[in-house]
């Protein structure tokens, strides 16, 4: 399974931006991790199969929407009120499994290659 993420850029402070990640097969849970240059990458948010369940790291939360598309077979995230802190490269993820919205990296089998979202203040 391939996964091709697009969406991101560069906005203010304050902004919003849309990620979204487009599979080429089928996934169950999927998410969204980040990554700046020198540091680990971190979880963001995840969603299961059904989307009855989303998870999101606490500096997130409220201002980032996960969302999935089965018909197009898309993740989406939707990033409002954008703060410089959230700059980096944004990772979508997907398994073959289904954990319930994991949080955990190493859960993740298939990884697109990325999209930088840039957030100046």
């Known amino acids: 399974v391939q996964l091709q993420a697009s969406g991101g850029g560069s906005v203010q402070a304050g902004d919003s931006l849309t990620l979204s990640c487009a599979a080429s097969?089928?996934?169950?849970?999927m998410g969204w991790f980040r990554q700046v240059p020198g540091k680990d990458r971190e979880f963001v948010s995840s969603i299961n199969w059904g989307a009855q369940r989303q998870s999101y790291t606490d500096s997130v939360k409220d201002r980032f929407t996960i969302s999935r598309d089965h018909v197009k077979n898309t993740i989406t995230l939707q990033m409002d009120n954008l703060k410089p802190e959230d700059t980096a490269r944004y990772y979508c993820?997907?398994?073959?499994?289904?954990?319930?919205?994991?949080?955990?990296?190493?859960?993740?089998?298939?990884w697109g290659r990325g999209t930088l979202v840039t957030v100046s203040s």
């Open positions: 097969g089928r996934t169950f849970d």
């Open positions: 993820a997907g398994t073959r499994w289904s954990f319930g919205a994991p949080s955990r990296e190493d859960v993740y089998e298939y």
